[in-house]
């Protein structure tokens, strides 16, 4: 079946791209509707592109031909996914505050599809702190993004910018409408450290990276699964594509996870602190010339996998938890397992010696009903294809 894109175009100069992405999205067998906006339409031309695209080019919210029939509602819903190329700043800080002034941002409210921008715009107002918080947002919302390239500029600038080149946007856009097993699943994915505050400037913490948990959650897109992915101040960015939650203490992850249910598999990759500072204080702590140190009260903090793995309600078909250990591996996850009462947990050895905490690789021990299954030491992005793979066999995808 004939896959179609709704790609809009944003005035910027690498509009003048959009072409040569209709010839291609043409040539690997897409039906293409261009939407341009009233700059777009300034670099090129409407009859150019529809001529490319074989289809009418769309410029205007009240076409009087199509609107008694709601046309920018049929045209958002018609289309298998929404390309921005180029995606200005503009039409970024418009997607972020939902606004809907013109077709093209009427068109990205009103879709129940995907959508995969391509931002491209002068270096300086890529890296002003609008554009990234706008950046920010979308990945949160779930849109995909592709791009920007580092390169020379129209403008004459040199850096952050560029849009993706057509060929690359292709490969995305493939990307984004694969079928995979996990397709229309929820899944649940918590990953990176909390941060424990001990006074406004200071906290416990622990060295999570988040790098697992980030693979984990990108493997489990490329499967097809919608991902809510509930991170901790990790120091590896989360993957694109997904709904990203971020949050600082357990606390405040537990009640996210909880926001997020029902999902039909929950996994724990988060290093979730076991205790928090029951007295922390509200001012910045300092000496005294005593050289006594504060007296600091410990309470313990909510238990997140146990929490969800004990539901009686609305428990996820499968529970994964993680363990950090630095000795007894097996012994110690087996015996977490049975207390959390989750169905499988993936055991590693994170000693200093072995270099995995906020490491790029990770040698896991798999732990369910039948028994132990050790791995050998790979990439995290390894681990996490392979585990993702296991989570859509226990789900009984197809």
Not at 38 to 53: C, D, I, M, Q, R
Not at 120 to 135: D, E, F, I, K
Not at 360 to 389: C, F, H, P, Q, Y
Request: charged share 20%; hydrophobic share 50%; aromatic share 4%.
């Amino acid at each position: 079946m004939t896959k179609r894109i709704l790609l809009i175009i944003g005035g910027g100069i690498a509009a003048v791209k959009a072409p040569e992405l209709i010839r291609l999205l043409r040539g690997a067998g897409f039906a293409v509707t261009p939407v341009l906006t009233k700059a777009g339409a300034e670099f090129v031309t409407p009859l150019s592109v529809s001529s490319l695209a074989g289809e009418a080019a769309h410029t205007a919210l009240f076409d009087l031909t199509h609107e008694a029939e709601i046309g920018h509602i049929q045209l958002s819903r018609a289309a298998d996914l929404l390309v921005v190329a180029p995606a200005t700043a503009d039409l970024m800080a418009k997607m972020a505050a939902g606004l809907a002034g013109d077709l093209a941002s009427t068109l990205l409210l009103a879709t129940d599809k995907r959508v995969l921008i391509a931002p491209s715009m002068n270096v300086r107002m890529w890296q002003h702190p609008a554009t990234q918080r706008n950046l920010r947002q979308l990945r949160a919302d779930g849109v995909l993004t592709i791009g920007p390239n580092e390169g020379d500029m129209a403008c004459g600038e040199y850096g952050m910018g560029r849009m993706a080149e057509p060929a690359e946007i292709l490969a995305a856009i493939h990307a984004a409408l694969a079928e995979g097993p996990l397709k229309g699943r929820h899944v649940l994915v918590t990953s990176g450290p909390t941060h424990e505050p001990i006074d406004p400037v200071r906290y416990i913490a622990n060295r999570s990276s988040g790098a697992q948990g980030t693979a984990l959650a990108t493997a489990l897109r490329d499967l097809g699964a919608d991902v809510t992915f509930v991170t901790g101040p990790a120091t590896v960015p989360p993957p694109e594509g997904v709904k990203v939650v971020r949050v600082e203490t357990a606390r405040e992850m537990l009640l996210a996870v909880q926001t997020a249910l029902p999902a039909e598999a929950a996994i724990f990759a988060a290093a979730v602190a076991d205790w928090r500072v029951a007295n922390a204080s509200l001012q910045k702590m300092k000496k005294d010339g005593t050289g006594q140190a504060p007296a600091l009260s410990f309470a313990e903090n909510p238990d997140i996998l146990a929490t969800v793995a004990q539901m009686v309600t609305g428990r996820p078909k499968l529970v994964v938890g993680f363990a950090a250990e630095t000795e007894n591996v097996t012994a110690h996850a087996a015996a977490k397992r049975a207390r959390k009462g989750c169905d499988w947990i993936v055991a590693n050895d994170v000693s200093p010696a072995t270099g995995i905490m906020g490491g790029s690789e990770n040698a896991v021990t798999i732990l369910d009903d039948t028994g132990a299954e050790s791995w050998d030491r790979m990439g995290k992005d390894e681990v996490a294809r392979r585990l993702a793979l296991r989570i859509a066999t226990a789900l009984g995808a197809s």
